[in-house]
C-alpha cells in the first residue's frame, strides 16, 4: 500500500524516470505511482515524496508525523510558470525543481533531503547544478558545480586538480543575481565523478573557501538562500531549429581573426576567421577533424572573462578552414556574444547570378574586440 511506503514518486507518464533512476543507484526501496491510479487513500509516505505539478493537484493533505519527523516533499516544475510553483507552495512542498535541472543537481539534492541527518558539515549544503568557471591559471576553465555551503564546494571538472591547489571559482550573474562572485579556495579532495553520478572522464573536486570579506559571505549566503528551496534551473541556451548538423550558419557574422584558447584535455590555441552567436570559422589545424568536440575560451577584451563555449567541428572547408557550431554556452556569456556581435560590422554574403555564396569581409572599427596584444 502506498501509505506503507517511506518513498514514494507520482508522475503521469515517467516524468520523473531520473529520479527513480538516482534512487535506485542509492539503493533505495520507493514506490512509483501514476496519478491517475492513484490508491483510493492517498499516499502519506514517511520519509520522502517526490511529485510533478499536475500530480500535486490531486495529492491529499501532509498528516505523517514520525517522531516529530515530517516526511520531505519535492515538487517539480516542467517550466517556470507561476501558477505551477504557487501549486507546490499551496501544498506545502518543500523543495521546487524547474526544468531543465542537471542530474548531479537530483542526486545531491535527494541525498540531502534523505540523509540530512546523518550530515555533520558547520555550514548548511545546497544542491546547485549550474556550470561556473574555475582558474588555476591565466585562462577559465567550466565545471559543474554540484553543491554550495558557506565554507565549502563541491565541482565535476575535465581534469584532475592536485590536492592543495590554490584555485579561484567564479559564480555567474546569472547565478548570484547580480554581479559574478569570485571565490578562491584550495583543493581537499578529487576522485572520479563516475563514484558520484557523474559522467566517465569527469573529477569530482571538493573545495574549501578562504576567508571572505563580510561583503562577499553576505553575497554568497543570498545565493544560498535562494538555492534552499531546489537547485538551479540549467541555462543551457538551445540551437536554433536546423543546426545540428554542418549547414551553414545564417546568423549574423563578424570579424574575429584573434587566437581562441581551447582546454580540457589537450590544449592549444586556434586562429579565428569569424564569430556568429551560433558558431565560428577558424583556420585549419591538423589533427582537428570533424565531429569532434572542443571546449573554446573566446577573448574579447584585456580585462574581461572570456567566453566559455563547448563547441563542435561540423565542417571543414576544402582544407582551407574549419567550422565550428556552439553547443553549450551560459545565458550570461550569449547575452555578452550577442552584443559584442550587434556592436561589429556583420560579414556580408553575396550570391551573384550562377555563383556560390561568398563571404565579403567589411573593415572591422575599434571596439571590444580588441584583445591585450591590441590587435583588431
Not at 538551479?232 to 548538423?245: L, N, Q
Amino acid at each position: 500500500m502506498a501509505g506503507e511506503s517511506a518513498i514514494v514518486v507520482v508522475d503521469e507518464s515517467s516524468e520523473l524516470d531520473d529520479f527513480r533512476v538516482v534512487l535506485e543507484e542509492l539503493g533505495l526501496d520507493f514506490a512509483s505511482w501514476s496519478k491517475e491510479a492513484l490508491p483510493p487513500a492517498g499516499v502519506d509516505p514517511h520519509q520522502l515524496l517526490i511529485a510533478t505539478a499536475p500530480a500535486a493537484a490531486v495529492l491529499g493533505g501532509r498528516t505523517t508525523n514520525i517522531g516529530g519527523h515530517r516526511a520531505v516533499w519535492i515538487g517539480v516544475c516542467a517550466s517556470e510558470g507561476r501558477a505551477q510553483r504557487n501549486l507546490l507552495l499551496s501544498r506545502g512542498f518543500d523543495y521546487l525543481v524547474h526544468r531543465p535541472v542537471h542530474p548531479s543537481a537530483v542526486r545531491s539534492l535527494l541525498r540531502h533531503a534523505l540523509f540530512k541527518g546523518s550530515d555533520q558539515r558547520r555550514a548548511p549544503r545546497v544542491a546547485v547544478g549550474y556550470e561556473v568557471t574555475y582558474k588555476t591559471a591565466l585562462f577559465g576553465k567550466p565545471a559543474l558545480l554540484v553543491d554550495l555551503s558557506l565554507g565549502a564546494c563541491r565541482v565535476f571538472v575535465s581534469t584532475d586538480i592536485a590536492k592543495e591547489t590554490k584555485l579561484r571559482v567564479c559564480l555567474p550573474s546569472a547565478l548570484t543575481g547580480g554581479k559574478a562572485l569570485p571565490l578562491v579556495g584550495r583543493v581537499l579532495r578529487s576522485r572520479p565523478a563516475e563514484l558520484e553520478g557523474g559522467q566517465p572522464g569527469q573529477v569530482s573536486v571538493g573545495i574549501r573557501f578562504a576567508p571572505m570579506s563580510t561583503a562577499e559571505r553576505t553575497r554568497l549566503q543570498t545565493v544560498i538562500g535562494q538555492l534552499e528551496a531546489g537547485p538551479a534551473r540549467m541555462p543551457d541556451v538551445p540551437m536554433p531549429p536546423g543546426r545540428t548538423d554542418g549547414a551553414v550558419d545564417r546568423a549574423p557574422r563578424c570579424v574575429y581573426e584573434d587566437e581562441v584558447q581551447v582546454f580540457g584535455d589537450s590544449e592549444f590555441l586556434l586562429m579565428g576567421r569569424n564569430l556568429s552567436r551560433t558558431g565560428m570559422n577558424v583556420e585549419l589545424r591538423e589533427g582537428l577533424n570533424v565531429g569532434e568536440s572542443l571546449n573554446l575560451a573566446i577573448t574579447t577584451g584585456p580585462r574581461e572573462e572570456p567566453i566559455v563555449v563547448r563547441s563542435t567541428v561540423v565542417r571543414s572547408d576544402n582544407g582551407e578552414g574549419l567550422g565550428l557550431r556552439f553547443d553549450t554556452i551560459q545565458s550570461t556569456d550569449q547575452r555578452r556574444l550577442d552584443a559584442i556581435i550587434s556592436e561589429q560590422p556583420q560579414i556580408e554574403e553575396v550570391t551573384a547570378p550562377g555563383e556560390s555564396e561568398r563571404m565579403i569581409p567589411l573593415r572591422l572599427l575599434p571596439s571590444r574586440l580588441m584583445t591585450s596584444r591590441g590587435r583588431r
